[in-house]
């Protein structure tokens, strides 16, 4: 079995390329970071990679992270600058025995001793963006950090390997050296290849306040299906954040086990996802509202 889940339509490129290599028996660590560099190297995906959205001082910084299934090797790179493929970056460095997550000018040192690509990140289409919001937002029509989505993913190889990746430019209008949960550890993903994995895309301030990914997991490894898993973790995150501050923000999450079963929950109308499998061709789907 191999199969492939990732948050957003914006992927479904990505798990295409990754799809034909898993069924050519290729590693789950190559086929995630082929699907991810896909999307980060679309200049019109704006929330992600090239061309991603600015911070407040119209800088491009990104988050990204790489999780080994196998052998519970994490890297993770966040408020990176003028690195084309932040996604090499994080898998690069989870096979560092420390220092597996570094943040700012300490990942773009490492990028550049390891030989990555430099690249100004920051195209003409996001400047325009910027300078959109920051009229709307003085016009207070709309709020500043509305307008964003990352991509996550959960791949399983043909050899029972799994792996989870994300990459983020996070919210737009983020103050600078903003992380969110994208690249941190059972937050914006998980994955253990005796189990199963997760990702999430959505309001990372709130994600982490339930360690979200690493929840459905354990779900999973309690014996859950990934639909269950993940719809009983979004449904408590929502409901407590509710209860105890009056609102939650945009929780959407995807998972799959080791057996290729899939799932995915949301809190929000309109969430797509993308998925391909040995038993399902790439595909695009489009959630309903669950309230
Ligand atoms: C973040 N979770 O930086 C990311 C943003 C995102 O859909 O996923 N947006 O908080």
Redesign the pocket.
């Known amino acids: 079995m191999w199969g492939i889940i990732a ?2 339509r914006m992927a479904v490129e990505g798990i295409t390329k990754a799809d034909e290599m898993l069924k050519e028996g290729a590693d789950a660590g190559d086929a995630i970071e082929t699907a991810i560099k896909e999307v980060e190297d679309f200049p019109y995906y704006k ?1 992600v990679g090239y061309g991603g959205l600015p911070n407040e001082e119209m800088e491009v910084e990104l ?1 990204a992270a790489y999780m080994d299934g196998d052998t519970l090797d994490i890297g993770a790179v966040a408020a990176i600058k003028d690195y084309a493929n932040p996604i090499s970056i994080a898998r690069r460095l989870s096979h560092e025995k420390v220092n597996c997550m570094l943040v700012g000018e300490g990942a773009e040192k490492f990028a550049h001793k390891e030989g990555f690509e430099r690249k100004n990140m920051l195209t003409d289409r996001a400047k325009i963006h910027y300078r959109n919001r920051v009229k709307e937002v003085q016009q207070q029509e709309i709020k500043p950090y509305s307008g ?3 991509v ?1 993913m959960v791949c399983l190889d043909t050899h029972g390997k799994m792996t989870a990746a ?1 990459s ?4 737009f209008m ?1 103050k600078k050296g ?5 690249p941190i550890s059972g937050s ?1 993903f998980y994955v253990d290849s005796k189990v199963g994995g997760a990702s ?6 709130d ?1 982490m306040k339930g360690c979200i990914s690493y929840e459905i997991v354990r779900l999973m490894k309690e014996g859950m299906h990934p639909q269950e898993a993940c719809e009983t973790a979004v449904n408590k995150l929502d409901e407590e954040l509710k209860e105890r501050r009056g609102k939650a923000g ?1 929780l ?1 999450l995807i998972a799959m086990n080791n057996k290729g079963e899939w799932g995915v929950a949301t809190n929000i109308e309109g969430f797509s996802f993308a998925i391909a499998t040995e038993n399902e061709k790439p595909i695009v789907y489009l959630t309903k509202n669950v309230d």
């Open positions: 948050t957003w929330s988050d964003h989505d990352t996550g994300t983020t430019s996070g919210l983020k903003r992380v969110g949960d994208s914006g999430a895309t959505g309001l990372g301030e994600l945009d959407s």
